[in-house]
């Protein structure tokens, strides 16, 4: 994502979010899983709890984020 659609993006759903969405992306394992939990999730990006349950809440009913189970997610990356 370029420096022009992170700016749009952070404006209309807020900096810590595209952040988060910027750390997870960057978490993907070669079998497209994130293997991390919640807390350690707000510890990398510097964000609240909350903050990051709405940012998995925003991507699961964008229908890109599926929770299999504590601390593993799949996140599509089409």
């Given at each position: 994502m370029n420096d022009i659609e992170k700016s749009i993006f952070s404006a209309i759903h807020g900096e810590k979010k595209i952040q988060i969405i910027d750390f997870l992306i960057q978490n993907i394992g070669e079998h497209g899983f994130i293997n991390l939990k919640i807390d350690e999730i707000?510890?990398?990006t510097n964000t609240s709890k909350?903050?990051?349950l709405?940012?998995?809440k925003l991507l699961e009913n964008a229908k890109v984020f599926k929770k299999i189970k504590n601390g593993v997610y799949e996140l599509k990356t089409f």
């Open positions: 707000c510890k990398a909350p903050t990051v709405q940012t998995f």
